[in-house]
């Protein structure tokens, strides 16, 4: 099985901040990572998938890079609508999240 | 508009089980492979399993084998997952979640609100 790591587990932050958020693989996954936001209570939402390509609808400050086995989460300008819990999750073989990144406010 | 809705859940003791059911409507549901998804409290996402658009091929966590069990009714436009032998770390909100063909493969793209379990004497 595809093991994953995503760090931090915690992030504390302010409006307007770069944030970025690491995921990394076991294995080679190539480019089939996708990011997700969720907020408490709330399903979770597709931000980014095969890596980099954005979700139709989410806005330009969110970005994602990498391939291979390391890949990156970033939020230019942090807004309020943010803070939420952030997880990567690996497509290649079956399925796998990562642990997750909570958004907070600094 | 894509809906999932999720039902079936509440409190089960130990050992028992439970069957959870997911209605979709705003899309053709037999054109879409399919997952459970859960969040126990206090953690992150946990994926459990997997159908294919036709019912063909199912994926399973280890966490789950042999416990949970994934099925749909197309013609129901429904996902079930039949879950027995309930252990007290399965308490979690259950997801069902679509998945979509995006550039060379799929993933889950809608989701529902979820269902919760508890399993507790």
């Known amino acids: 099985d595809i093991q994953m790591t995503q760090s931090p587990s915690t992030l504390s932050a302010s409006v307007g901040d770069r944030v970025t958020i690491t995921c990394r693989t076991s294995?080679?996954?190539?480019?089939?990572l996708a990011w997700y936001q969720q907020k408490p209570g709330k399903a979770p939402k597709l931000l980014i998938y095969?890596?980099?390509s954005l979700e139709s609808g989410v806005p330009s400050r969110f970005s994602g890079s990498g391939s291979g086995t390391e890949f990156t989460l970033t939020i230019s300008s942090l807004q309020p609508d943010d803070f939420a819990t952030y997880y990567c999750?690996?497509?290649?073989?079956?399925?796998?999240f990562g642990q997750g990144t909570k958004v907070e406010i600094k | 508009e894509v809906q999932l809705v999720e039902s079936g859940g509440g409190l089960v003791q130990p050992g028992g089980s439970l069957r959870l059911s997911c209605a979709a409507s705003?899309?053709?549901?037999?054109?879409?492979?399919m997952n459970w998804v859960r969040r126990a409290p206090g953690k992150g996402l946990e994926w459990l399993s997997y159908?294919?658009?036709?019912?063909?091929?199912?994926y399973q966590a280890d966490s789950v084998k042999g416990r949970f069990t994934i099925s749909r009714d197309n013609a129901q436009n429904s996902l079930y997952l039949q879950m027995n032998s309930l252990r007290a770390e399965d308490t979690a909100v259950y997801y069902c979640?679509?998945?979509?063909?995006?550039?060379?493969?799929?993933?889950?793209?809608?989701w529902g609100q979820g269902t919760l379990v508890t399993v507790s004497s």
């Open positions: 095969k890596a980099s």
């Open positions: 999750q690996q497509y290649s073989t079956y399925r796998t």
């Open positions: 979640a679509r998945e979509a063909a995006i550039e060379g493969a799929t993933l889950p793209d809608y």
């Open positions: 705003g899309f053709t549901f037999s054109h879409y492979n």
């Open positions: 294995q080679s996954i190539s480019s089939w």
């Open positions: 159908i294919s658009d036709s019912g063909t091929t199912i």
